[in-house]
């Protein structure tokens, strides 16, 4: 898949996103696409979510360039979803995105839950479908948190009781690594809710002793606490990392499913995602 093509401004809110997002919506929408093909006969009901939504649209910064981003795309494929659920913090964000799916997207199913996804998860869960006898129902969660204080792995951890699948932004390098010091501190919990773990720094300083790098060792560590919910452990080799124009990692996105189906489909779309290979027609 080429980069999009620019969008027209249609007046309503816009995100401002970095040049290098546009690796993670292909890799998102390439996974959400084979999810949703891939996983059909085997559940009654598929269900995205996309819990730090965004308004629909961004401008790529330093341009004047309009792009989808992952709600719209996501929208967009040809393999549906049978519900599609999404949450924002910001009312604009939410305002601007319900109005652009009225447009374009009125005959599918979607929800809007407006607020913090750390104080809204009971509301999320209950826009999903009720698992009964004989209708089961999976979900793919989009968690893309800007910082880590942006999310609490009890959030995580809440969703989980439903059959659910995640791909993670976890913020290693534009976070994690560039505020360690700060992190780091006794008085700062951000690591603490983010792994759900207030004995991190115990590991943290066996581990520095060692040159391992901060934002691998959040990776791992998040890695460890998905495993005790039991979810497949993702090695840091099977994330994706995504790199700035100056060749250094922003992030990781990390896969974490309870079926190695799940997990061999990621494994496919990182491979067939890369800008260097052709993609699907979507």
Known sequence: MEAQKGLKDDGLALGVIQPY?????????????????????????????????????????????????????????????????????????????????????????????????????????????????????????????YKMNNLRFLTIRHLSQRYMDFLVLIPSGMDAKRAEQYYVQETNDTVALFLDNKKWREKWNEEKRRNKDFGDFIVEEFTNSMSSLGYRGTELVDTKPVKNEKNVIVYRLAFYSKDDLGMRLFRDSKKYSDPQMDMFNC
């Open 21 to 145: 997002a546009e690796e993670k919506h292909r890799l998102l929408t390439y996974y959400a696409n084979l999810f949703a093909s891939s996983i059909r006969g085997k559940w009654d009901s598929l269900v995205y979510l996309d819990l730090y939504s965004g308004p629909g649209h961004a401008k790529i910064d330093g341009t004047n360039r309009i792009v989808a981003t992952s709600p719209i795309l996501v929208l967009e494929l040809k393999n549906k979803f049978d519900r599609y659920i999404f949450c924002d913090s910001n009312p604009g964000n939410i305002a601007a995105l319900t109005s652009r799916i009225a447009k374009q997207f009125s005959s599918l199913e979607t929800r809007f839950v407006e607020g913090d996804i750390n104080d809204k998860t009971d509301e999320v869960i209950k826009e999903l479908p009720i698992p009964r006898r004989g209708h089961s129902v999976l979900g793919f969660c989009f968690l893309d948190p």
